[in-house]
Each structure stands twice: as structure tokens, then as C-alpha cells.
């Protein structure tokens, strides 16, 4: 059957529409605030502010995360305040990351079918509306790969040595931003093998020698920190680790420290549960999102009316994954590897996918496996069309579905409508940075959950309380004046049921009376509700009386 393309004047007509509904989605908030609390947001922002010298806790090298996205915060930040810089930043990485996006669909399966689902599928995107619109560098990192591997494959495919040198650029940057650089380098070699020309060989390892040589550099940053402390603050929130008995585990993660695992389990899990509930959250979308904690003990709850277009969406999206990789490994065994665009984007799926295979995940690990998730959806539903000879109604079904977003979008604003680059600054723990910059003496450890909101608001040197009171002559090591604990994260002390940070060390505090002396019991209140009421936190802080 032949193939009726796109009129090239009414795609690009869709295309602008489809960008202006990802954009549309990523410019309001349900809320007024951005509340920085948790998570690496602060973190990022003080990292920032301390440039060049890419410091933190204690004042120290930050060795966990390398320092391009922080440094591209500094610099924007001249044109608008800090937190809205990271934003851009992001807002910005997605933008480009949608175009990136559209080229290299195209380029890999030959279909602008499939590349203008792949962007409503994209574009409506729970995750990527969120990473789209946070201090973090999860939307320029996702930029960072695709756009690596897109120059190489055009290259590979197109010639002109422009490409080769853009893939090794952008290969490069993601070196000095993110650890899952690790992911791109084979990435980059098997798209060569399914590409591969002779006539490219050397040149084709270029972006390869690229990445690789600038991760190599952040590798040796890590390996000298080590080799010359004994003790270094490389987990959550500052946790201190004992360093000195490093292996290559730790140069790829210091999150591998045996006492970071004690917070953050790492290593293989093969529990099939474990990987099915992050996938099908994959495939959330802010039109009909998924229920929040969905697991098999509540999955009663999706044959409910209140879910059943849900059911539908994302049964009918799991069975155009399964069938287009069906379709995908047929391919395979009918023509081999040689350009076959489709089996690397399952291959790519597979190595981005793969930080899923540790024992703790995030969502965040495995964003970029999820923009090839999507391209083997659509491929499913256009191999559909065509077993089924509807193609023709294909394009149809595309312009139905972007007009059913488009009747949504008002919807969606309704309960969004604060512009993201408007909102408020909220950081965690106001007024305790306050009460902290009146103290006279330096050195605080915080429980884990406060201590980058807390080295945001004072110029004090902060890191983590120790991860047990075995750890306690840290506090004399790292001459600490100050202890902090709070409720936040977790219930009052005195109603402790398992889920606590430091809760050793916090009950160590508060038996010995001796060594530390309660200064002040501050209550913090938060615009978010529970149950009605606003968010209340009780943040305890302690003398070192030892010092």
C-alpha cells in the first residue's frame, strides 16, 4: 500500500500546534510558590552561588554531582533571580529537547507519523511537565543525550563533519553534568554499529573519546578527593563517609559508601515488581494521570469509574508498546541490524532503562529512557494502521486526538493558572535560617531533609548529622557548634514508627543533655495543606556543649 505523506505546509502547522500545547503545559503551575525543600534544588542553587569553586557542605568540593548545570545557573542568574534561572534553564533544555526530538524520530524510523505521535505522547508527559519546570538537571541532561546521539546518527547517515563535532560537543557537556553519561558512551558505539560506514570508522569515535575523555576528568576529581581525606561528606544531604576504602563502585557513585547504604540500599534487584510499577509510571500523562502509589494490593481502584479512561489510555498504550516491539525483533530477524532505526531505538531503551536495575530508583534515573518508550509506542500504532490498511485514517486520528488536547487545555489552566516564571520563592525553614545567622559560632549538622535548605539561608558550614551515634566524634572532628532535627519528613520524635532520618543519632541527642543544650524550638508554617490546615514543622535546635 502506498504511504500518503504529510502536506509539508499542514505539518508544520501541526508541529507548531503541537509545540504550542508542550509549551502551553510547562508555563503554569497549580500553584503560586516555588517551594524549595528536599530534593537537590537548594543544593543546585547554593552550588551556583559558590561559583567557581563548586563548594557545599563543609564548605568542601561537591564531588557527587559534576558542576556544568549548577555554573549555567550562575551565569543566567545575572538576568533573573537564582531559582527562576534554573528554571529557564530547564524550560528552555525542553524546548530544544522537543525539536531534538522530532529530527531524530524522522531520522531512526522514517516516519513523521510516528515522530508527530512521539510529541503528543511527549508533550503531555507527566514527568516531563515536571522536570520541565524544576531547579534540576534532569530536562538538561536528556537534552544533552539526544542531542549527542542525533549528530552522530545524522553523520553516520548525511555526512558533513559538523555533525560529528556537534555530537561530540554535546557528548562532552554531559560528561561534566551527570554520572549517566555512562549510559550515552555505549549508546553512542551501538548507534554506530547499527549505522556503522567504513568510511567513518575514526571519525565516528570522536563523540565516544569526547564523553568519555570529559568524564574522565570528573573520575580523577573524585579518585584525588579520596585518596586524600579519610573522611568526606559524599552522601544525602552532607552524610559524612569513611573514604579511604574507595573501588571503582564509588568512583562511579560515592552513593555506594556503606554508610550512604544504610539510608539508600544500592545494587541489582530482579523482583519483577520492582521494574513494572516505574514503567507503567512512565507512561503518565497529565490528561489522565495515574493514581498516586498505585501497587497490586490497591489496583482495584483502576476498575473504578473514577479511572476508567485511564484503564483504557494506558492498556491501549501498553499494547501498541508490546506490539511495535514485536513488530521491532521481526525486524531484526528479517533484515538484521544494518540501519534498522527501530531496533536501536528498543536497544537505546534498554541502556537508558537500565539504572531501573538498582536496588533504589527515581523516576529521574530513567527519563531519557522514556522519550524511546514512546517512539516504540507510536511505531506500534503505525504498524497497526498498516496491518489493518487504515494509514489513511492515520493522520486523521493524530488531527482528533491534538484538537481533544487542545479542548482540554482550557481545563488544564483552570486548575494551572499561575505562570511558572511568576511564582514565589518558598524555601523550607525560613525561620530557622533566620534564628541560625544570629547564632555566634559556625558549624552545624542537620538531619537529613534540611541540610541544603539550611546552607541556602545562612553562610554557615553544614553537613549531616552522623548516620549513628557510633559516628558522633564527628561532631568534634568537624568542630561543630550546632544540632538540628525537625518533623517535616516525618512524625514527632515521640511517635516514631520507623521512618526516620538519624533517628539513632536524634535519640542520642536528646538523652544526653550534657553534651548537647536545646536552644530552640521553632515552628515553621507552610502554604500546603494536609487535611485542610496548613503544613506545620517543628525544627529543634541543639548546642554542642562538648566543643
Known amino acids: 500500500m502506498k504511504i500518503r505523506k504529510f502536506n509539508v505546509k499542514k505539518e508544520n502547522l501541526l508541529l507548531f500546534i503541537l509545540f504550542f500545547i508542550f509549551m502551553f503545559l510547562r508555563m503554569f503551575s497549580d500553584s503560586e510558590y516555588y517551594f524549595i525543600q528536599g530534593g537537590d534544588s537548594a543544593k543546585y542553587l547554593v552550588l551556583a552561588n559558590n561559583f567557581p569553586y563548586h563548594t557545599a557542605y563543609n564548605n568542601q568540593l561537591y564531588i557527587v554531582h559534576p558542576p556544568l548545570y549548577p555554573y549555567l545557573i550562575h551565569f543566567v542568574s545575572f538576568f533573573v533571580e537564582d531559582y527562576l534561572a534554573g528554571i529557564l534553564i530547564s524550560l528552555i533544555s525542553a524546548a530544544i529537547t522537543f525539536f531534538i526530538v522530532y529530527k531524530l524520530v524522522i531520522l531512526i524510523s522514517n516516519s513523521r507519523y510516528v515522530a508527530l505521535g512521539t510529541l503528543l505522547l511527549f508533550s503531555l508527559s507527566g514527568i516531563f511537565i515536571s522536570i520541565s519546570t524544576k531547579v534540576g538537571k534532569e530536562s538538561f541532561s536528556v537534552m544533552l543525550s539526544l542531542s549527542s546521539i542525533y549528530f552522530l546518527i545524522v553523520f553516520l547517515k548525511k555526512g558533513k563533519g559538523k555533525n560529528i563535532w556537534l555530537s561530540a560537543f554535546f557528548g562532552a557537556l554531559l ?200 517512539i516504540i509506542i507510536n511505531y506500534g500504532f503505525f504498524q497497526l494502521a498498516k ?93 561543630i557548634s550546632y544540632v538540628l532535627y525537625g518533623e517535616f519528613w516525618s512524625e514527632p520524635f515521640e511517635n516514631y514508627t520507623g521512618h526516620m532520618f538519624n533517628y539513632d543519632t536524634i535519640k542520642y541527642i536528646r538523652e544526653h543533655s550534657e553534651k548537647f543544650k536545646l536552644l530552640n524550638v521553632i515552628e515553621e508554617t507552610y502554604p500546603v495543606k494536609i487535611n485542610g490546615e496548613n503544613k506545620k514543622d517543628h525544627i529543634y535546635i541543639y548546642e554542642v556543649m562538648s566543643n
Open 175 to 374: 560528561g561534566v553534568t551527570t554520572d549517566h553519561v555512562v549510559l550515552l558512551i555505549p549508546s553512542l558505539i551501538l548507534s554506530y554499529v547499527v549505522f556503522w560506514n567504513k568510511n567513518t570508522l575514526w571519525r565516528a569515535t570522536i563523540p565516544i573519546i569526547s564523553a568519555t575523555l570529559s568524564y574522565s576528568f570528573w573520575i580523577f576529581v573524585r579518585a584525588y578527593t579520596y585518596m586524600t581525606h579519610e573522611f568526606y561528606n559524599v552522601g544525602l544531604d552532607g552524610t559524612i563517609a569513611n573514604v579511604s576504602n574507595w573501588g571503582l563502585k564509588q568512583l562511579v557513585s560515592p552513593m555506594f559508601f556503606s554508610e550512604i547504604q544504610n539510608y539508600v540500599p544500592f545494587g541489582f534487584n530482579f523482583q519483577p515488581l520492582h521494574y513494572i510499577y516505574p514503567i507503567s509510571y512512565m507512561l503518565n500523562l497529565v490528561v489522565a494521570p495515574w493514581p498516586a502509589g498505585l501497587r497490586f494490593s490497591n489496583l482495584g481502584i483502576l476498575f473504578s469509574t473514577n479511572y476508567a479512561l485511564q484503564l483504557i489510555i494506558y492498556t491501549t498504550l501498553t499494547m501498541a508498546a508490546i506490539y511495535g516491539t514485536y513488530k521491532i525483533i521481526k525486524s531484526f530477524f528479517k533484515k538484521g541490524i544494518k540501519n534498522n532505526g527501530m531496533l536501536l531505538s528498543l536497544i537505546l531503551f534498554t541502556i537508558f532503562i537500565f539504572p531501573l536495575s538498582q536496588e533504589f530508583i527515581s523516576t529521574r534515573f530513567t527519563v531519557t529512557a522514556i522519550i524511546f518508550l514512546f
Open 387 to 479: 496491518t489493518f490498511n487504515v494509514l489513511r485514517l492515520y493522520k486523521l486520528y493524530i488531527i482528533v486526538l491534538i484538537s481533544i488536547v487542545i479542548v482540554y487545555m482550557p481545563f488544564f489552566y483552570y486548575s494551572n493558572n499561575h505562570f511558572i516564571l511568576s511564582k514565589e520563592k518558598l524555601v523550607e525553614a525560613p525561620k530557622t535560617g533566620e534564628f541560625i545567622n544570629q547564632l555566634p559560632k559556625d558549624g552545624i549538622m542537620s538531619q537529613i531533609g534540611y541540610g541544603q535548605e539550611i546552607m541556602y539561608l545562612t553562610d554557615k558550614r553544614v553537613m549531616a548529622l552522623p548516620i549513628t551515634p557510633n559516628y558522633m566524634f564527628l561532631i568534634d572532628k568537624y568542630n
